[in-house]
């Protein structure tokens, strides 16, 4: 038998192609397409009163000039809402081009196509756009404020707005023994993947069908937004995604006006036309996350445990409502992590407001709902003068309570019910891994010296893999490799490797005879997407599943021409075997041509007779009831519910004493995403995770000014850190499988990221001797706090008075 | 509810698009293709000396001249057997380009590709082959004495060899109170369709794959053929068939040397290459059929029941045997019609000549059989004085037969079993519409006139659709429209009118609202192909089964969504209806998006409230265990075995006693083929069916000289007829469904070209009073007859004697 790719820590198989240059993105296609570029909105809020392109006509190569006026049909109505939950209360969508109105700055005002990029830019420049300046409304407080509305019609701001309550649990926090009151603040931030976004499509008028290439995280999405918006059946649409530069959700978005509008352009010009978003494009219209506005009430006894929870949210959506709604929803019903919170009241506002739309970046609300959840548990803890890691573990639920129904409805609609995981053992290895225990002595020997050192734990559930479902198909071809088709798309996660991994064992074959194929309309046209850490949960269980038809098919076919019993058989190294008899199969191969009956079939035995008798075995007809020619199969995976995953950041920053820098010393991490299929794999994505929310914890932010500005829409302005910002990460796995699908697997593509701001808050606070209670942070933001502190306007943590010898005094947060 | 569409006389949907020019055949496609063109042998049978390309290389525009030298791998062994059957004992097949030998005129041996075709052809002109001429072997008298060998190596020209036998049949007719033997003989003759053969090839590099278009009977057999020459993958074989100007079985055969030529330049060159067939071309290189000898040695009673029968045959199978076998085994079979044989024995040799090979024609071998049963029919009918009809009669298996077993295996490998018909009443119907009963009155008064017209019958059956399957996909779009696809091709008999007949009518959808794709692999990769009448049969019946399926998920989403019992609902108009609820329903379209659970599902109910219940039905995932996404299913029609149409035709012919012209007066035709799907495309099969049976009893023959030059090799000199050659046709229908297929039909192509030859010539011995043992038969043919009948080197028929008031005289065939 070969060994098990299951497991195993095998390299990515997409990298030596891609390291090398050999990737195919967006804009490597279409070398003769024409080139598309947008007119953008300079103004957060305007009227468009007129669009004058006469300038540009004069403009040589250029090929058309499209505004809103051209747009008829469903391509004139505003995009579709991606998400129509009910919670929403009036859902604004852009149009594909502005109609009257933009409502952010780089919203689309004109599309320009030429026969190549620099004309269209030429031609872009020349055409004047008369606007009507109108109030910008920036920032949640604008928003509330509803001094301005962004949208005609509206009374105020109110995008959407939803209550989930499981008891009575303002009468559970005025009942308990202690209370507090908490404001928490996650400031805006962005995807920023590698590659932006880019839409390239081509119409085949013979056959009455598009071609349409988006660097986009779900194919199946765009082809049927595409189909409709164009009034084309969506079988007349193929999306084709071509490696992609990294998505982190802003590419799960759509349709994207750009979107609609190349392909509408590319079928009226019969021609291929091509659009590639640049870096400022990116920053201004496509899409942020993360800005949202907490407050926590909490009701606790004296041991820390929660005996009720009310947290209000409110969300900064942007200008239009066509998907942000699921980030609050994610942080209202994810938000309570591993823990019991008692009776449990949340509520959420998302609010409109004149800047570029929310969708959701990896992590998707958890951040910001593990950060309200994680400082909760630190002021209880710091209220109690108890040790914060003791705090949670009281309200943690434990194993015996699996599965865990929280009474809440998740963000796929279907009831949030913790399916597995052990979250105390996962506190306890965390804080084995980062020296919780004897931190406090480290400390004081830092303090000893000049230096601040804190310590910060936080932990999470992350509920993963979300349904509807997710297709496999996969194919033994006549030359005995395997054919593997997924519907969803990759972004550079090591998808076709894992997938390879699970395929090759379930069917033994090599690794490398597996071929998978991701995002392509053409294989697989039912698929949902990639968000939500569905890869492996998804994709992995439906070619599993698939594999597993494959396999029982070929065992069958094989034992027929072999004359063998099924259960003789085995597949190894692609091979069939007949167990106790070396030598005897045949390859996986020829059992594919054997499975085609694509000819008469003749009795072998007769070959060499000239007078041949009839072969008694005619009773079957050469395909059987229910079968189908072919070594191959297809089948969903459509789980009852997502899978949740858990895990716990800790995390050890030094907080310079005169600059506020800060630096983190020691970065741990425990994380159960079930069974593990790669550990390479997992590991990288926690990396590049952990990258992200120290990112979002102390670098990246979107500088918005009042009129609605973004003052820092490029890499010199927006801090992405480079590697040397990032600390080495320390890992350890814990491995509780999800019974609810059939690799036990659960996803791991965003839990890095998500502890971030959580962690790192509670660190500093810990060096720091004040509460952090707005992220992200930067050294001038703790040189701010610093003297906000020394003035007396904020206050010490008590635990940083105790241990300063001194009882706690009055200035802490009261009970309320 | 629609009104129902099987069975209804519709027009043929293809007719408007072809009849005002819009098809789009091989030659209308890769205008920017390169041309391919080949040099061909002009001698029978020679050695390839050498080939000298010098000169060719000059003309400017040629892009490659390749050889045999030039090809490597499966590329340079030959092509492979078509049918590997058990009678084969030497099965020679030729390679893509001479390797050393050619063995017929028009054998290619050089390929050149150029810019366009007129370049191709100027350096084609250019390229000098020395042949070594060999001895021609042409006819079956040649290849029978096997003086001269077709192929090096043999040491007869015996390609194969089959003996059936039922019974002691020479002992049988050894007893019989009456014996007789006839050699009965049938020409060569071809399809010869308006379209010719054609290839066009494009390589797409990226993608590692291959796109094909042939002009082909069978899409997924020139993909599997074509895959294994180029060393691909099947899978990386897309072919696709375009509109088809005709085939009548030439364009079954596969790989033609041409076909694996082309792709293989098309991948070398990394550039689309095409070659269209010429009309020569088609002559010479494609492949012919009919040329058959058969003994026939039979014994019978008193009433002239058979006995025992001995049929020996003798096939020119032409320089290959790729495929050319089948058409023996199929006479051999198919001769006994709807008669028991007594003992029956049939032996045949497949003969190597240095012709152009032989594939199925249209009725494939049954033409001969036909005319070798019917002509013994007449003749025992003449020996014993009876009635020509009578004594079919008495020799008919009954209904109450049926299923009847001829004890013999298929052309399938399968049982020869007839499933269903009433023979005695196709006779009776026969009979009545030609007027038989008062014919020998009309005859007499005609000659009275001085003219000479006489009357015929024949009766067959044809093994028609058989396996081993064909598959058929049907989706509903979200547009509600409804996409067919079958993997079998259409050469122009209205398969997209059929098959959209049946579905509309499974579907509940109107036949506007049917598109209907065959022969793309890319929408259906398994399929077997169209030839052996199989197009109602087989796809017909696929896609019956999976409008079925998808009529059922309909129905069960629909009853989902509509909150109703599936068996309340039905579906018309391409609308789900509800029972008794007028205007309760939703259309296709709408259930199609729904049965696609693409994003997260939310209750209705709750929608208007923020404050939102769990719904209680999550018990269910949204894609249920065993269900797929999309309102779409595949099923596939894989019967146990053919199923056996029959029929009879009577014909009136007039000969002039002097010009020996021959006018056909009445052509009758009844037509058993089960269930009519549509009653207008079968009697539109049937005329072209009778057209071309008029034409190989009358006008169509290959003219080989002795060194195997085809004479005729134009259409100046091959007589296809002209319409006014051809005779009004009645036509009546009996209906007896086949029980081996969900639909009750059976084949319908090939039938109306079966009796041609066997019913005018049993016509023009009713008139001559002589026997006519040879067809096709011209007047210089009849001429001669009547010439060597005049010199007594004929003997008159016994009837004819008898008519004249003689009794029979001793020149009749002798009892042997």
């Known amino acids: 038998m070969s060994a098990r790719m299951f497991g195993a820590p095998v390299q990515r198989t997409e990298d030596e192609r891609l390291l090398t240059g050999r990737g195919a993105y967006l804009d490597d296609l279409g070398a003769d397409a024409y ?34 006026e051209d747009l008829t049909g469903p391509m004139a109505e505003p995009l579709p809402l991606l ?20 409502h952010h700055v780089g919203a689309p005002v004109a599309m320009v196509v030429a026969r190549d990029r620099y004309l269209a830019e030429d031609a872009a420049e020349r055409i004047a756009v008369d606007y009507e300046v109108l109030a910008p409304v920036v920032g949640i407080e604008a928003a509330v404020a509803a001094e301005h509305v962004v949208h005609a019609g509206m ?93 982190f959700g802003v590419k799960i978005m759509h349709p994207w006006p750009e979107e609609v509008m190349v392909p509408w352009a590319a079928r009226r010009l019969g021609h291929g036309v091509k659009w590639t978003e640049d870096r400022r494009e990116h920053f201004i219209a496509a899409a942020h996350e993360r800005g949202q506005r907490h407050t926590v009430r909490a009701g606790f006894d004296d041991e820390g445990r929660l005996l009720g929870l009310d947290v209000e949210i409110l969300h900064d959506n942007g200008a239009y409502l066509p998907y942000g709604v699921i980030v609050p929803i994610v942080t209202s019903t994810q938000l309570l992590g591993p823990y019991k919170p008692g009776a449990y009241r949340v509520e959420f506002r998302s609010l409109y407001t004149t800047t570029v739309i929310v969708t959701p970046y990896r992590g998707a609300g ?22 914060r890691a003791e705090v949670r573990e009281v309200n943690l639920i434990r194993p015996d309570e699996m599965p865990y129904d929280q009474g809440l409805l998740f963000q796929d609609g279907r009831p949030l019910v913790y399916d597995s995981g052990d979250y105390p053992r996962t506190l306890r290895m965390v804080k084995e891994l980062i020296g919780w225990e004897g931190f406090a002595a480290e400390r004081e020997r830092a303090r000893a010296e000049g230096r601040r050192i804190g310590i910060g734990l936080a932990c999470y559930v992350e509920g993963t893999g979300p349904g509807p479902y997710e297709g496999g198909h996969v194919q033994v071809g006549t030359d005995g490799r395997v054919r593997v088709a997924t519907g969803l798309t990759s972004q550079g996660q090591g998808h076709h490797t894992i997938l390879a991994q699970i395929v090759a064992d379930e069917l033994g074959v090599a690794m490398s005879d597996v071929e998978v194929t991701t995002g392509d309309t053409r294989r697989m046209p039912y698929s949902v997407g990639t968000f939500a850490s569905r890869g492996a949960v998804m994709s992995g269980s439906a070619v599993a599943l698939a594999a597993r038809k494959v396999r029982e098919k070929a065992l069958r076919v094989a034992a027929d021409a072999l004359e063998a019993d099924p259960g003789d058989l085995e597949i190894a190294g692609g091979r069939v075997h007949v167990r106790g008899v070396p030598g005897a199969g045949m390859d996986l191969g020829t059992v594919a041509v054997l499975s085609n009956p694509l000819r008469y079939a003749f009795d072998e035995a007769s070959r060499a007779a ?26 969903f995976h459509s789980p009852l519910r997502s899978t949740f995953a858990n895990g716990a950041h800790a995390v050890v920053v030094e907080t310079d004493p005169e600059t506020a820098e800060i630096t983190i010393l020691r970065y741990c991490v425990v994380h159960d995403c079930g069974r593990l299929v790669n550990p390479l794999i997992v590991e990288g994505q926690i990396h590049g995770g952990v990258a992200q929310g120290v990112a979002g914890a102390l670098y990246e932010r979107m500088a918005y000014d009042a009129d609605g500005q973004l003052l820092n829409a490029s890499f010199m302005d927006f801090l992405v850190p480079y590697a040397s910002e990032i600390p080495p990460i320390r890992i350890a796995h814990l491995e509780t499988p999800s019974p609810l699908n059939p690799l036990g697997v659960k996803g791991a593509g965003e839990a890095g990221v998500i502890p971030g701001a959580a962690v790192i808050a509670s660190a500093i606070e810990d060096a720091e001797g004040f509460p952090v209670r707005s992220m992200p942070i930067s050294p001038s933001d703790l040189f701010g706090l610093r003297r906000r502190f020394a003035a007396g306007e904020i206050p010490p943590l008590r635990r940083a008075e105790r241990a300063r010898g001194r009882r706690a005094n009055e200035t802490g947060e009261p009970d309320v």
Request: net charge negative; with cysteine.
């Open 83 to 102: 998400l129509p939950h009910p919670c929403i209360v009036d859902g604004r969508t852009p149009h594909a081009l502005a109609a009257g109105y933009v």
């Open 35 to 68: 080139a598309a570029v947008f007119v953008r909105s300079p103004h957060a809020h305007a009227r468009v009163r007129d669009v004058d392109v006469t300038d540009a006509l004069d403009v040589d190569g250029l090929i058309a000039v499209y505004t809103h």
């Open 610 to 635: 000239t007078q041949f008798a009839r072969p008694a075995d005619h009773a079957a007809p050469p395909v059987p009831e229910g079968d189908a020619p072919g070594l191959e199969g297809t089948d």
């Open 366 to 387: 958890r951040p910001q709902g593990v950060f309200a959840m994680e400082r909760t548990m630190d002021a209880i803890a710091d209220r109690l003068g108890r040790d």
């Open 155 to 247: 009374s105020d701001n109110v995008a959407a707005h939803l209550v989930q309550e499981v008891g009575d649990a303002r009468a559970a926090i005025a009942a308990a023994p202690h209370r507090l009151e908490l404001d928490l603040d996650i400031e805006r931030s962005a995807c920023t993947p590698m590659e932006g976004r880019g839409v390239y499509a081509r119409w085949d008028e013979a056959g009455g069908s598009l071609r349409l290439y988006s660097s986009t995280q779900t194919a199946s999405g765009v082809r049927a937004a595409v189909a409709a918006k164009l009034g084309l059946d969506v079988g007349r649409v193929e999306v084709v995604v071509p490696d992609v530069g990294g998505g």
